[in-house]
């Protein structure tokens, strides 16, 4: 950024500041002090921020001269001024909040317009890498012979003489290293050489694909549901820089947004959070964008956080979490309410007899709609977990015990409707008007009302990320008051001409009995079908013997949905000094998981 004053004799002055690199290289040479790349890289590596100044007298009338023109003639053959050094502490809540979401396997990355050493040193502070992870910056050199355009070198910000392989992203296996683990920082002229050099690649292989119009129409973040397009992807170099990166340097806004969309086009799901006008695009490309102050950022993100930290993240985490699982269990609840009660009625209308109005009243209106709003009230759980949610709806874990729950529900009811027409006593009232005073609907009613009952107390169970349902009180009240009215109506109704009682018959009380024990039976299975068989079938089917990555266990995905990024970053790991035969660290032991 530059500005023109005039002195008091009337002369022209150009004062120019911007980033230590490039006012290094629009001032003259002359001018710079002999140790400046010296001092700058011990001012960033001790995490400062730092700015450059210069200045340049005017000779000519800046009136003449188009705007770009004058801008050239005003940043050019400058005379350096000085550094301006500036620390900006690391709040206090930062280093908690990253260390909290590194344990649940959020993968955290910084990206910045700062300087990368400056970058990688409050990284550090902020415990964005271990202890004994070294960081590779990467470098744009001039090719080798036989390649004019530009190369990336990855240099340890520690130790210069190691190196990376440019194309596997690995250590030389006669490296003796004294750290674990790497990561890369990835700074802004890099990233344009690699992206220049990802979109030639895309365009050869766009050439080699047939023309297809919903291709060419396809949202960028959704790339991988394109089967051509994921394979394509899962050898991209360039995005397997991406997988290793954890901090960004010197990035535009452009390029900050750019980031958010080829993550996501890897299947990725990227949240941003950002504070200022130059995050404002990111913030709009990412699936969940967070601006931490009320400016232009708030603007382009969907949540603004009151406070101007990240402490926010884990709790909307938490809540976007719990707001998953509400949702899918409110639907596999009122997908069984419809099918228990279907099933009472199509059992009535073998019997020749048909539900009351009053007992349709008491089940849809006392009993199912307070519980079904109560459910969605529990708050999220506090802590923020390694495991997550499914977000298929239609995932066997959803669907599937769906299924095997409205199994178990027809089961019990027709035990139930076989041992009503088996008592002693009973009595066939039914009539060609299929009335609802019946032996059988009676039966049914009582046995279907508890059903409900065992399935909200399924599906009002979302740990570990939603608090547990006894510290939900207004649903723990209404559901133990529903419990008791039902069984005063399956052991003591006797029948009657008013409201709820009007259609029911007087059972016998071994019939009662049954009832009782059959409700309970089916508390039993229903819970250890939900807690032990669906889980161990999920388990089975989805077992993978992989070590898995910063981004989680990676089971193997099938299908249309299969996403690369998994296999891509565990490519990248596998090149680590941990995970080499024999490794040891100076006096470090080290457990591998």
């Avoid at 004019?148 to 003796?176: M, N, Y």
Wanted: aromatic share 10%; with cysteine; hydrophobic share 45%.
């Amino acid at each position: 950024m530059s500005v023109l004053a005039e002195a008091k004799d009337k002369s022209l002055l150009s004062f120019v500041k911007g980033s230590p690199e490039v006012i290094q290289s629009l001032c003259s040479p002359h001018t710079l002090p002999k140790d400046f790349d010296r001092e700058l890289e011990v001012y960033t590596k001790s995490g400062y921020r730092v700015i450059a100044l210069a200045y340049k007298r005017i000779d000519f009338d800046p009136s003449v001269l188009r705007k770009d023109d004058l801008r050239k003639a005003c940043e050019s053959g400058l005379t350096f001024s000085a550094l301006v050094v500036m620390e900006n502490k690391l709040k206090p809540e930062t280093r908690a909040v990253l260390e909290k979401l590194g344990e649940a396997r959020v993968r955290c990355v910084m990206v910045t317009g700062d300087n990368v050493l400056t970058a990688i040193t409050v990284a550090r502070e902020a415990a964005l890498f271990d202890k004994d992870t070294e960081v590779f910056a990467g470098r744009v050199i001039k090719g080798e012979a036989g390649n004019e355009g530009p190369c990336v070198e990855w240099v340890s910000t520690s130790d210069e003489r190691l190196k990376l392989d440019p194309v596997t992203l690995h250590l030389a296996s006669d490296a003796t290293p004294r750290f674990s683990k790497l990561e890369l920082a990835l700074t802004g002229d890099v990233f344009s050489v690699l992206f220049s050099d990802h979109q030639s690649e895309l365009v050869k292989w766009q050439a080699t694909q047939p023309v297809n119009t919903e291709t060419s129409k396809e949202d960028p973040s959704a790339a991988y549901l394109n089967p051509e397009k994921r394979e394509f992807l899962s050898k991209s170099h360039f995005h397997k820089v991406l997988l290793a990166t954890q901090v960004c340097a010197r990035m535009t806004p452009a390029q900050k947004a750019q980031v958010v969309v080829e993550l996501q086009s890897l299947g990725l799901y990227v949240g941003m959070c950002g504070d200022g006008a130059n995050d404002c695009a990111a913030l709009k490309a990412s699936h969940v964008g967070v601006s931490l102050s009320e400016s232009d950022a708030s603007i382009a993100a969907p949540f603004t956080c009151k406070t101007p930290n990240i402490e926010c993240i884990p709790t909307l985490l938490s809540a976007g979490r719990a707001s998953l699982v509400t949702s899918f269990q409110l639907f596999r609840f009122m997908s069984l309410y419809s099918m228990i009660q279907f099933t009472t009625v199509i059992l009535c209308y073998f019997s020749q007899s048909v539900l009351g109005n009053w007992q349709y009243l008491y089940q849809d209106l006392i009993l199912v709609f307070p519980l079904t709003v109560l459910m969605g009230t529990s708050d999220a759980s506090q802590d923020l977990t390694v495991k997550r949610p499914s977000g298929n709806l239609l995932s066997f874990r959803n669907i599937g015990s769906t299924i095997l729950h409205m199994a178990i529900c027809f089961a019990f009811q027709y035990a139930v409707y076989i041992r009503t027409y088996a008592d002693p006593n009973y009595t066939n009232l039914a009539t060609d008007a299929f009335a609802a005073f019946n032996w059988n609907t009676t039966a049914l009613y009582y046995i279907s009302n508890c059903q409900y009952l065992v399935m909200a107390s399924l599906f009002s169970v979302g740990y570990p990320w939603k608090q547990m349902p006894y510290k939900n009180w207004p649903f723990v009240v209404w559901f133990v008051a529903a419990f008791i009215i039902n069984m005063l109506y399956l052991l003591h109704s006797k029948g009657g001409n008013t409201f709820f009682t009007v259609d029911e018959v007087d059972l016998t009380q071994g019939l009662r009995e049954y009832i009782l024990l059959m409700i309970g039976l089916n508390f039993i299975v229903s819970w250890v079908v939900e807690l032990v068989i669906c889980p161990l079938i999920v388990r089975l089917s989805l077992r993978s013997d992989n070590q898995g990555s910063v981004l989680g266990k990676g089971v193997p995905q099938i299908g249309r949905m299969h996403k690369p990024y998994h296999p891509m970053r565990q490519q990248f790991e596998a090149g680590w000094p941990c995970r080499r035969a024999g490794f040891a660290a100076d006096g470090v032991v080290l457990q591998l998981q």
